[in-house]
């Protein structure tokens, strides 16, 4: 599975143009609130929390332009809560954002 770390940081330069401290508070805000909504999914027993936090998630995702995030969220709405497969996917693709550095 390949990553799109591009798409977050163009939408994060068109957001704040090139303040580098911005942009790095900005990330580190996506992934806080990413990682949050993965832990929801990884505590949801039921339907209904699980389809909410895949939606906050994928909401994240589209407003940060994470489009592999964004792509995984779409996946994890459609599946059954707890699916580890999809958890897992989830929890690569945040990481490999977060290890990634230009």
Same mark, same amino acid.
């Given at each position: 599975?390949?990553?799109?770390?591009?798409?977050?940081?163009?939408? &994060?330069?068109? =957001?704040?143009? @090139?303040?580098?401290?911005?942009? %790095?508070? !900005? $990330?580190?805000?996506? /992934?806080?609130?990413?990682?949050?909504?993965?832990?929801? &999914?990884?505590? =949801?027993?039921? @339907?209904?929390?699980?389809?909410? %936090?895949? !939606? $906050?998630?994928k909401? /994240?995702?589209?407003?940060?332009?994470?489009?592999?995030? &964004?792509?995984? =969220?779409?996946?994890?709405?459609?599946?059954?809560?707890?699916?580890?497969?999809?958890l897992?996917?989830?929890?690569?693709?945040?990481?490999?954002?977060?290890?990634?550095?230009?």
């Amino acid at each position: 599975m390949s990553f799109d770390y591009g798409a977050l940081d163009a939408a &994060l330069t068109a =957001a704040v143009g @090139d303040d580098q401290s911005l942009i %790095a508070e !900005l $990330r580190a805000a996506f /992934l806080e609130s990413a990682k949050r909504q993965v832990d929801l &999914l990884h505590r =949801a027993r039921c @339907d209904a929390n699980w389809e909410y %936090a895949a !939606l $906050r998630l994928k909401g /994240l995702a589209a407003s940060f332009g994470a489009t592999q995030v &964004l792509r995984l =969220a779409e996946e994890a709405i459609i599946s059954a809560p707890g699916e580890p497969t999809i958890l897992k996917k989830l929890e690569r693709a945040i990481a490999a954002i977060e290890n990634h550095r230009d």
